[in-house]
T-cell receptor, first 110, second 113 residues
Framework: QKEVEQNSGPLSVPEGAIASLNCTYS??????FFWYRQYSGKSPELIMS????GDKEDGRFTAQLNKASQYVSLLIRDSQPSDSATYLC??????????FGTGTRLTIIP | SQTIHQWPATLVQPVGSPLSLECTVE??????LYWYRQAAGRGLQLLFY??????ISSEVPQNLSASRPQDRQFILSSKKLLLSDSGFYLC????????????FGDGTRLSIL
């Protein structure tokens, strides 16, 4: 049974600081990794995809992947109140399905 | 660009009544399609997925069923709703090639009375 583990939080970060979200996964064969943001009462929205070891940057977001240690992280720089949401980590082995973590609730404190 | 439509946005149904939720995708062909349920404050539970017309894989045994009558149409149904069927139902699509992310519709919030 594949598993994706996330700290459920809540994680509180002051406005303007760096928020760091972490995720570990159990399947060494996992190839694709995704971060979704879900605002309360809304559907998940894809914010980052990462496939190779290392860092991938997109604006204020940086995804980091370490396949040897089986973890993937998301850094949010210059955190804004609008970043307050639940962040879902997901992985895929290349088949039809994604395995999702249960999410980390992030609160940015003004 | 691709878009996914899901309706209705909210639904209140009595116990024992039938259910039909519809999802359609535009701007792509032969997508993989998915139905998830999310209970309040919980993670995503995959209910069904489909890789083609008429092909349905069920992940959780329950009183729900799914059908894919057309390439870009995915329907979630029930003959008799239970109280435990309440939740946030999400449809998602994914391009057929490996390694692609899923993209979600706006969801249907279903309350059973």
């Amino acid at each position: 049974q594949k598993e994706v583990e996330q700290n459920s939080g809540p994680l509180s970060v002051p406005e303007g600081a760096i928020a760091s979200l972490n995720c570990t996964y159990s399947d060494r064969g996992s190839q694709s990794f995704f971060w979704y943001r879900q605002y309360s009462g809304k559907s998940p929205e894809l914010i980052m995809s990462i496939y190779s070891n290392g860092d991938k940057e997109d604006g204020r977001f940086t995804a980091q992947l370490n396949k040897a240690s089986q973890y993937v992280s998301l850094l949010i720089r210059d955190s804004q109140p609008s970043d307050s949401a639940t962040y879902l980590c997901a992985e895929s082995f290349g088949n039809e399905k994604l395995t999702f973590g249960t999410g980390t609730r992030l609160t940015i404190i003004p | 660009s691709q878009t996914i439509h899901q309706w209705p946005a909210t639904l209140v149904q009595p116990v024992g009544s039938p259910l039909s939720l519809e999802c359609t995708v535009e701007g792509t062909s032969n997508p993989n399609l998915y139905w998830y349920r999310q209970a309040a404050g919980r993670g995503l539970q995959l209910l069904f997925y489909s890789v083609g017309i008429g092909q349905i894989s069920s992940e959780v045994p329950q009183n729900l069923s799914a059908s894919r009558p057309q390439d870009r149409q995915f329907i979630l149904s029930s003959k008799k709703l239970l109280l435990s069927d309440s939740g946030f139902y999400l449809c998602a699509w994914r391009a057929g090639s490996n390694g692609q992310p899923q993209h979600f519709g706006d969801g249907t919030r279903l309350s059973i009375l």
